[in-house]
């Protein structure tokens, strides 16, 4: 571990101030120093996606981020959606089983509608291919994004 210092974050339209490892991973910062849980640890490897948050817009993969690498970045978490219509579909498809997967998903799906608010099938699942989910809801999740693509229109 290197030397402890001090950060200035925006997570979710506030300003935090974090004192830890320049190089700890931002998804035990969400975690561990701010209490936002929704971010899930899955792989530790950027591999999975269930650690997805936004970042200036772009979706990445918190578990493999340095937090020094986040200062002076807008940083949104799962808690930071406000009447998403992602996840207000993601509820009436019955998208998710265990639903370990799903704040990651739902971070990829937002990310992608903000670029692009008429994505098509083939581009939702292009979006939402570097998230893993074990339980094989992945064609009710691509039909909550597509009908999150109507809802926001």
């Known amino acids: 571990m290197g030397m402890t210092e001090t950060f200035q ?3 979710n339209g506030t300003e935090v101030e974090v004192t830890c490892d320049r190089d700890t991973p931002l998804l035990y910062v969400l975690r561990n120093h701010l209490d ?3 971010t899930r640890f899955g792989c530790g490897l950027g591999l999975c996606g269930a650690c997805n948050v936004i970042i200036d817009g772009h979706t990445v993969y918190s578990c493999d981020t340095p937090l020094w ?3 002076g970045k807008a940083i949104r978490t799962v808690e930071g959606l406000t009447d998403n219509p992602v996840q207000r579909m993601f509820v009436e498809e019955q998208a998710a089983q265990c639903g370990y997967c799903v704040s990651g998903i739902v971070m990829s799906a937002t990310a992608l509608l903000e670029q692009n608010p ?3 099938e083939h ?3 292009t979006a939402l291919d ?3 989910c074990r339980c094989g809801a992945h064609n009710r999740m691509v039909r909550a994004v597509l009908r999150a693509r109507e809802a926001t229109s």
């Open 69 to 71: 690498s986040v200062a």
């Open 123 to 125: 581009e939702v699942r």
């Open 9 to 11: 974050l925006t997570v």
């Open 36 to 38: 936002l849980k929704g």
């Open 130 to 132: 570097n998230n893993l």
């Open 118 to 120: 008429k994505p098509d």
